[in-house]
């Protein structure tokens, strides 16, 4: 079944959409919608409801959402020519692991390395529709981002030929910086943090007369999102869940949108680093609420406040939202490069970090099931993945590290080292010193890191050294017990 037959199926047993307005993007309210339109549709407050039940939330005619599928059908035409159509394949290698049927939707290989293109052809074109060839001498938009969205901004202005200004905090990477000056956008560094950057980009709106695009929450850019959910139905048309990153919560609110239309029977579930768990404090409150972002290796998904229209939307369609942790997301990220050959950013590897064994994901009602994960971005800079990769490996218990102490004669060190090789481990990094072994004035202490296989290899490695009467504090940043 094609895409057209599944829309017509689904739309000719409703009513004619309600018609959202062209476009709402503005500043008033943080980028949200006026605080006259946020009464209209946000919910009423609630105490304490379920995080993993949005269906426990008061309901509204879908019609009247910020988005309807029919403005994700109407994006769907409007960026085709512009946006890769991804692909969305099965991995043998994680369907073995996971013991389900996994596909992954690789929208990091759009050409600034993220979904967020979707959004921001759409924005700019219904700009363009709006206010016609004149915005693109008088006008203009502008955003403040420190990453993708300011990357998929500045390329797709300059295609359309629309000038774009990005404020960026003085945080933001260098190379996407250098990215987004190579593709014509006007760059201004300004705050310490995403959030002063976004005050200024609303002075200079209120100055310049620019448009303001927000990269999570207005309509336009949740369409855009909703275009990956088209796909994957058209790609896995019996796809049992589909788990979506969620940050600003606009990618699963568009995503969620269109697959419920085509497919209800799919279940929609959101993973967000639990060190940024934005959407879950809207659902205890209610509504959009902020929460205290922690550093987190998904730093794409560290939004303090999930956007208003986004909200609204997931909460209607999205069936639950789960947690994962930073040894999970540096895991999936490790799987992905060994397994799969695929480079993916914290955030974009959140879906398949809830899935892998031992988290929230790993549960019976999904094992044997197709399931597909958008794999939404893979702007990772070089420093950071090396010690991502380390973290996994660390995490996998295939590089370990323990404190001992050795005999400070000649062969004391050589008779440690002989029993790793022995056990089939490779030393990384190796130190020994004196001063701070208070134990006997004959030791020496070793602090080692090595390469193991796996669990079961440490635990050789450990048993055998005990055996030989090493006294040990094994992975000891990890606060795990001495030996």
């Avoid at 309807?68 to 043998?92: L, M, P, Q, W, Y």
Wanted: with cysteine; aromatic share 4%.
């Amino acid at each position: 079944m094609t895409f057209l037959s599944m829309f017509s199926s689904a739309v000719e047993k409703k009513e004619e959409p309600k018609k959202v307005p062209a476009l709402r993007i503005d500043v008033i309210n943080n980028g949200a919608v006026p605080k006259t339109e946020l009464k209209k549709s946000s919910p009423p407050e609630m105490k304490a409801p379920s995080l993993t039940s949005p269906k426990c939330l008061p309901r509204q005619n879908l019609n009247d959402l910020p988005i309807t599928f029919a403005d994700i059908s109407r994006a769907h035409v409007n960026i085709r020519s512009g946006v890769v159509r991804t692909t969305c394949e099965k991995s043998h290698f994680l369907s073995e692991l996971l013991g389900a049927n996994i596909y992954l939707k690789s929208e990091f290989r759009q050409f600034t390395g993220s979904f967020k293109e979707r959004g921001a052809r759409n924005a700019i074109k219904q700009l363009l529709l709006k206010h016609g060839d004149g915005f693109k001498k008088n006008g203009g938009v502008i955003a403040a981002s420190a990453g993708n969205h300011a990357l998929a901004l500045a390329f797709h202005g300059k295609e359309l030929g629309v000038p774009v200004t990005v404020v960026m905090p003085t945080v933001a990477p260098l190379a996407k910086v250098d990215k987004c000056r190579k593709f014509g956008a006007k760059i201004i560094i300004h705050g310490a943090h995403i959030g002063e950057a976004k005050i200024f980009a609303e002075k200079l709106v209120e100055s310049e007369g620019s448009c303001y695009v927000n990269g999570y929450d207005d309509p336009p850019i949740l369409a855009g999102a909703g275009t990956i959910g088209i796909e994957m139905v058209d790609d896995v048309p019996d796809m049992d869940f589909v788990i979506v990153p969620v940050g600003g919560a606009g990618l699963i609110a568009g995503i969620s949108c269109a697959v419920k239309t085509l497919k209800p029977d799919c279940k929609v579930i959101g993973v967000e680093p639990e060190r940024a768990a934005s959407y879950h404090a809207a659902m205890a409150a209610g509504k959009p609420t902020p929460f205290n972002v922690l550093s987190t290796l998904g730093d794409g998904l560290a939004v303090p406040t999930v956007g208003a229209h986004a909200f609204e939307v997931a909460r209607h369609y999205v069936d639950e939202c789960v947690l994962c942790t930073e040894k999970e997301i540096s895991i999936a990220i490790l799987r992905l490069i060994e397994n799969e050959k695929m480079v993916v950013e914290g955030g974009g590897a959140a879906g398949l970090a809830a899935l892998l064994p031992g988290a929230q994901l790993d549960r019976p009602d999904i094992k044997g099931k197709n399931v597909v994960i958008p794999l939404c971005g893979g702007n990772i800079d070089t420093t950071t993945l090396g010690r991502v990769i380390d973290r996994g490996l660390a995490a996998d218990d295939r590089l370990c590290n323990f404190v001992g102490s050795v005999s400070d004669r000649p062969g004391g060190i050589a008779n440690l080292t002989a029993i790793l090789a022995a056990e089939g481990a490779s030393i990384k990094d190796i130190y020994h010193e004196r001063a701070w072994l208070h134990t006997s004035v004959d030791q020496v202490q070793i602090k080692c890191v090595v390469e193991l296989q796996g669990k079961d290899h440490a635990e050789r490695l450990q048993n055998a050294l005990h055996a030989k009467g090493y006294p040990l504090v094994w992975n000891k940043n990890d606060g795990k017990n001495k030996v």
